[in-house]
T-cell receptor, first 112, second 114 residues
Framework: QQPVQSPQAVILREGEDAVINCSSS?????VHWYRQKHGEAPVFLMI?????EQKGHEKISASFNEKKQQSSLYLTASQLSYSGTYFC?????????????FGPGTRLSVLP | SAVISQKPSRDICQRGTSLTIQCQVD?????MFWYRQQPGQSLTLIAT?????????ESGFVIDKFPISRPNLTFSTLTVSNMSPEDSSIYLC???????????FGPGTRLTVT
């Protein structure tokens, strides 16, 4: 079951903030976040495992809600280097270790 | 993390032929994955390749079309058999690291079938 990501695309100016959401109709075991720049391979950003968890990576952080059905990725004071497509990847709680699925992606463009 | 290389980086093939893509990792890993990505689209898992066992294929992918080898803990191959233009895509291998299988990707192989 592919998770749902929103928005599909977002355009920002440098220094602005963005939030990307990833949701599932079923409880998740884990949520992974990846960024892929055009013409390159996806790069792992972070993984969340615990309901209510928040995790940070420089100015990029993420949260996992208590029900473990939604995660949000927060990009603060965006930089040009943040441009790319952000994918969440999920594993279902009742199917752990199987069926890892990437979301459709959110295309982020940061303009000067 | 891990350093992953793929060969070839790109190829143009005729329909009906087969192409074998190689994936080499700089350290031993248990889990290796093969994905397909159409331009502008998400990544679709083809199969999981664990050393010492048969690859596990996702729905819609079969071994006859995408045979996989995993002879050791640092190497895997994916063959795209009897190719058609619909097989044109980017094929990526990835490795799972850590207890939570965060994934690290190779640079990809861009395949065009004419």
């Amino acid at each position: 079951q592919q998770p749902v990501q929103s928005p599909q695309a977002v355009i920002l100016r440098e220094g602005e903030d963005a939030v990307i959401n990833c949701s599932s109709s079923k409880a998740l075991y884990s949520v992974h976040w990846y960024r892929q720049k055009h013409g390159e391979a996806p790069v792992f950003l972070m993984i969340l495992l615990k309901g209510g968890e928040q995790k940070g990576h420089e100015k990029i952080s993420a949260s996992f809600n208590e029900k473990k059905q939604q995660s949000s990725l927060y990009l603060t004071a965006s930089q040009l280097s943040y441009s790319g497509t952000y994918f969440c990847g999920t594993e279902l709680l009742d199917n752990y270790g199987q069926n890892f699925v990437f979301g459709p992606g959110t295309r982020l463009s940061v303009l000067p | 993390s891990a350093v992953i290389s793929q060969k070839p980086s790109r190829d143009i093939c005729q329909r009906g032929t087969s192409l074998t893509i190689q994936c080499q990792v700089d350290s031993q890993v248990t889990m290796m994955f093969w994905y397909r990505q159409q331009p502008g689209q998400s990544l679709t898992l083809i199969a999981t390749a664990n050393q010492g066992s048969e690859a596990t294929y996702e729905s819609g992918f079969v071994i006859d079309k995408f045979p996989i080898s995993r002879p050791n803990l640092t190497f895997s191959t994916l063959t795209v058999s009897n190719m058609s233009p619909e097989d044109s895509s980017i094929y990526l291998c990835s490795v799972g690291r850590g207890g939570t299988n965060e994934q690290y990707f190779g640079p990809g192989t861009r395949l065009t079938v004419t």
